[in-house]
């Protein structure tokens, strides 16, 4: 049975829903194992080994969020050899799809990115072209790195968890020592609403908001969701990056998206086209946006938002 490693570079407390997709597609494949960096207490273990983990690996050194990628992803190869692992899978964000380059240097791994869906066989399927087109790919090399996009299946618990065996990698020598070192970092200020990524409801603001975020947040609020944005509204500074949806941005699939004057361009859609239910509120009744809403309002959203708020409140 092949074994699968996924990577789960967890820097907070609880494990990330995302980390359980991957766990949930490895066991798909075959043997899952973890190569862990982060905190490994005992809430975190107990709900990797429901999910299935076999095994986790962790690193030698503890400080290997001070360093740029490369350490991680030396850690990375020395935990592949170490587990024997064929398949390896990661998050889709920037930094772990850095780490997936490396690693497919360092292994001669051939790497896909992107991915949504894979088979037992390993064949990957992949979203190009701002999720316009599904592909299908397949790594020849006897190592396979996969970075998955979060939202892409269910994570389900395995029927059966057995308390994985713990085991340390060594990071080689020199890893860190050659390694650029991190020296501060912006700390966010925390908003108390819900990770973007994850969140059930998203009320995402475009160019129509004219650098006003201030109806959306009270709807996000209201309905204790998190807050998205095109890219226009974030390229315009009216919002961190962070926020941005989209091809270039975070892939949301959220049970409810309110979508407030955006206009639907199809590199906004390819981020938030698979949540299960989308509201859009545009004043221009010819707006993309509607060829794909559930539900559309023509209409301004100074209007719509705060009278949708005001409803909401009242419940
Ligand atoms: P617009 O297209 O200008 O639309 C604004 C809408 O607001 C209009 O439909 C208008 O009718 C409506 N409106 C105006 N005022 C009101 C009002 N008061 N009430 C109600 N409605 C109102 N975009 C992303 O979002 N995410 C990405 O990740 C992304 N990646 C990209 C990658 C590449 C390589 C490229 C080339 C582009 C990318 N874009 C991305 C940009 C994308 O093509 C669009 O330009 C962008 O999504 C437009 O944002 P918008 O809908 O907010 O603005």
């Known amino acids: 049975m092949a074994k699968v490693l996924v990577f789960i570079d967890n820097p907070g407390q609880a494990l990330k829903k995302a980390s359980l ?11 899952p194992a973890v190569a862990f960096n982060g905190d490994l207490h005992n809430d975190v273990a107990e709900t990797l080994a429901a999910y299935g983990a076999q095994a986790v690996y962790r690193p030698s050194v503890a400080d290997l969020d001070d360093y740029l990628v490369g350490p991680k992803a030396s850690y990375l190869a020395a935990a592949v050899q170490t587990a024997g692992a064929t398949v390896v899978l990661t998050e ?9 380059a490396r690693l497919g240097i360092k292994l001669g791994a ?3 990115t992107d991915v949504v869906a894979v088979d037992p066989d390993g064949t990957a399927h992949k979203s190009v072209l701002a999720g316009s087109y599904l592909t299908a790919a397949k790594a020849t090399t006897p ?5 998955v996009k979060a939202n892409s299946l269910t994570p389900e618990p395995a ?7 713990s085991v340390t990698v060594d990071v080689p020598a020199g890893a860190t020592t050659a390694a650029a070192r991190i020296t501060a970092r912006s700390e966010k200020a925390a908003s108390g609403r819900p990770d ?14 004219d650098g006003n975020f201030g ?8 309905l204790g969701a998190a807050i998205g944005a095109s890219r226009a509204a974030t390229d315009a500074g009216w919002i961190g990056h962070d926020a941005q949806i989209g091809q270039t941005g975070k892939t949301v699939s959220p049970q409810l998206y309110i979508s407030a004057g955006i206009s639907g361009a199809i590199q906004q859609k390819a981020g ?24 559309g309002i023509v209409g301004d959203l100074f209007q719509v938002l705060p009278q949708a708020t005001a409803e909401i409140k009242k419940r």
């Not at 889709?92 to 997936?100: C, D, G, L, P, R």
Request: proline share 4%.
């Open 272 to 295: 938030m086209q698979t949540a299960k239910v989308i509201v859009a509120v545009n004043k221009d009744a010819e707006s993309p946006i509607f060829e794909i809403a559930d539900f």
């Open 196 to 209: 973007l990524a994850e969140a059930r409801i998203v009320v995402a603001g475009g160019r129509g908001v």
């Open 159 to 165: 029927v059966t968890g057995t308390a994985p065996a």
């Open 21 to 31: 997709e991957l766990l949930t597609m490895a066991r798909s494949l075959g043997e």
């Open 143 to 147: 190592v396979a790195v996969l970075t």
């Open 92 to 100: 889709n964000s920037a930094e772990a799809k850095e780490v997936a």
């Open 110 to 112: 051939g790497v896909i």
């Open 215 to 222: 109806p959306v947040e009270e709807l996000a609020d209201a």
